[in-house]
């Protein structure tokens, strides 16, 4: 069974899902998704979870990480997003930093930036594992919600 919170942001509405224990997902409303699906309950973790928003969203650093659980993610996403969730609020990193970073922990000489941005792409648990703070080398980079919604995020950490 899975549980739902919305919660209303700066950049939209967000849908907290849960397995009634971990945050699985967060995401910026999808029109086709069937809400139908999830269940609408008060969970302890939807109130760790809104915490978590509240504070970021008031341009403070986040105290705490609220419990997540990935699913059905591949182990390169896993290490993508063990990797980024150690970047600091109002800091940013370049694909290719973060690829290199993937790369020496494998023990290869090199990886792929675009096999990052893939990764981020499907970033199941958005602003926790903070997939807007990568940037490509010379721009702002890509983002799944948009980029105006990535400015936002960027000016509301002061990276921008």
Same mark, same amino acid.
């Given at each position: 069974?899975?549980?739902?919170?919305?919660?209303?942001?700066?950049?939209?509405?967000?849908?907290?899902?849960?397995?009634?224990?971990?945050?699985?997902?967060?995401?910026?409303?999808?029109?086709?998704?069937?809400?139908?699906?999830?269940? #609408? $309950?008060?969970?302890?973790?939807?109130? @760790? +979870?809104?915490?978590? *928003?509240?504070?970021?969203?008031? &341009?403070?650093?986040?105290?705490?990480?609220?419990?997540?659980?990935? #699913? $059905?993610?591949?182990?390169?996403?896993? @290490? +993508?997003?063990?990797? *980024?969730?150690?970047?600091?609020? &109002?800091?940013?990193?370049?694909?290719?930093?973060?690829?290199?970073?993937?790369?020496?922990?494998?023990?290869?000489?090199?990886?792929?930036?675009?096999?990052?941005?893939?990764?981020?792409?499907?970033?199941?648990?958005?602003?926790?594992?903070?997939?807007?703070?990568?940037?490509?080398?010379?721009?702002?980079?890509?983002?799944?919600?948009?980029?105006?919604?990535?400015?936002?995020?960027?000016?509301?950490?002061?990276?921008?």
């Amino acid at each position: 069974m899975k549980y739902i919170k919305i919660y209303k942001s700066i950049i939209g509405e967000l849908h907290l899902i849960s397995d009634g224990e971990f945050l699985n997902e967060l995401y910026l409303k999808k029109e086709d998704v069937d809400l139908g699906k999830f269940i #609408e $309950k008060d969970l302890l973790i939807f109130d @760790e +979870v809104t915490s978590w *928003l509240d504070e970021y969203f008031s &341009g403070n650093i986040p105290s705490f990480l609220p419990k997540i659980k990935l #699913e $059905k993610i591949s182990s390169f996403q896993k @290490e +993508v997003y063990d990797e *980024l969730i150690t970047t600091p609020y &109002g800091k940013s990193i370049t694909y290719g930093e973060l690829a290199s970073k993937i790369a020496l922990k494998r023990g290869i000489k090199r990886m792929s930036s675009q096999a990052i941005g893939g990764a981020l792409k499907r970033n199941p648990i958005i602003l926790i594992i903070p997939c807007h703070r990568v940037l490509a080398k010379n721009s702002l980079g890509g983002f799944n919600l948009g980029l105006e919604n990535k400015k936002i995020l960027l000016k509301l950490e002061k990276i921008i």
